[in-house]
């Protein structure tokens, strides 16, 4: 029964893993709709559960602003700056396993993505030791960073009862990733929803119900993330996983040093994008009336995550695509590939820009009531849409280089568009020019994302696939 099952999957996978037929074969309508099923088959169900998991963080915020406006901005620091500093650099530790798994997959080399997943949770859990001091001294760091005492106290308040949290990366981006590079994505998404419902009803219970207040809403969403972390857990213990999964193995502990280096790339290139809207929250509470500014600004990233997560999901599944592709030595199938994914998701990015600015004045009811911080916010409306329709496009880019190992790359790209150009800009425009928070924005969008994008559109127009491919082939079976 176990190899009917192992042969069942092989024989899906690699139904989803054939090459579209040449013009000869088909015109190229035929062609984009192949390629296309092929990437909503990853990408789908990627944004269901990212969207779901984001949900998550949107629905504590949203209890906790109706508490006050203290109680949003504590809750909007300790999640988007503490909180959101580890998870970008834990995410993009992990998505080394897209390069690696993806490839290992695309090359039949099945055995090797356990061991993987298995590897990349030693870094993590270690990592995640070494960033615990961040949330034990919450409260100093973010005094020193310029926060008012009495944002910084509760926001570290806060981050002590997210400790719990924290862990959850470690163990869950690896567990998403290893299904992802395989094309095991629905079960991210039945997972999702399923933890999206019981987190709304724990919130609800711990605020209405039992009255926990503040510390109810941080404690519901700990419950949560460990929940998914369950699910996902059972899935592939329980045989979901029969062609990759085969237990733990000490061969985990061997060619540490390699995975390191590759997921020290990863994390870098990825933590200095998401850390560059942390960077703005942090900005913003130097502006005058700062606590009004804090919370427009994190209304407007709450908006720009929640549909981030549409982009972060191609980036996901380009980088499968890509990976796959290039593992299985195919480098016009990955070109091909990386053209589609752009093309739908700036069609996306379109849409919810045009949303944006025609309910510029209605969108943050969601999170307050406050007629000033509505004002602000309508004001920053604009720039938001600018935002999400050039997020459509990089992370699209920053999935190819993940796909394709140029990690290290990408990191000195990043580091440059948006730290030495995009950050001080923010501040010319903000802070010396005095327009505000909507001149640290627009610098840091201007100046930086878009800078980013044109660089890395560049490289992937100028790269030589089939010589990527031939590297992949090659290369895959060294990294052990």
Known sequence: MKNTAADQAQALNHVLLESPPSTEAGDAKSKFWIESKKLWYIVGPSIFSRIASFTMNVVTQAFAGHLGDLELAAITISTGVIVGFNF???LGMASALETL???AFGAKRYNMIGIYMQRSWIVLLVCCLITLPLYIFATPILKALGQSDDVAELSGKAALWLIPQHFTFA??????RFLQSQLKTPVLAWVSLVNLGIHVLLTWLFMSVFKFGFVGTVVAL???????VVGLFAYIFFGGCPLTWNGFSMEAFSGLWEFVKLSAASGVMLCLENWYYRILILMTAMVKNATIAVDAVSICMNINGWEMMIPLAFFAGIGVRVSNELGAGSGDNAKYATVVAILHSTA?????????MALHNKFALIFSSSTDVLEAVDHMAWLLAVTILLNSIQPVISGVAVGSGWQAWVAYINLGSYYLVGVPLGVVFGLVLHLGVEGIWGGMVFGGTLLQTIILGVITLRCDWEKEARKA????????
Do not use: A, E, H
């Not at 700990?222 to 998914?228: A, G, K, Q, T, V």
């Not at 996306?348 to 944006?356: E, K």
């Open 101 to 103: 798994c993806g490839q």
């Open 222 to 228: 700990d419950i949560s993330w460990w929940l998914n």
């Open 473 to 480: 082939v090659v290369k895959y079976s060294n990294l052990r």
């Open 88 to 90: 970008g650099l834990l």
């Open 171 to 176: 163990i869950l981006f690896p567990l998403q």
């Open 348 to 356: 996306i990015g379109l849409v919810f820009c045009v949303l944006i």
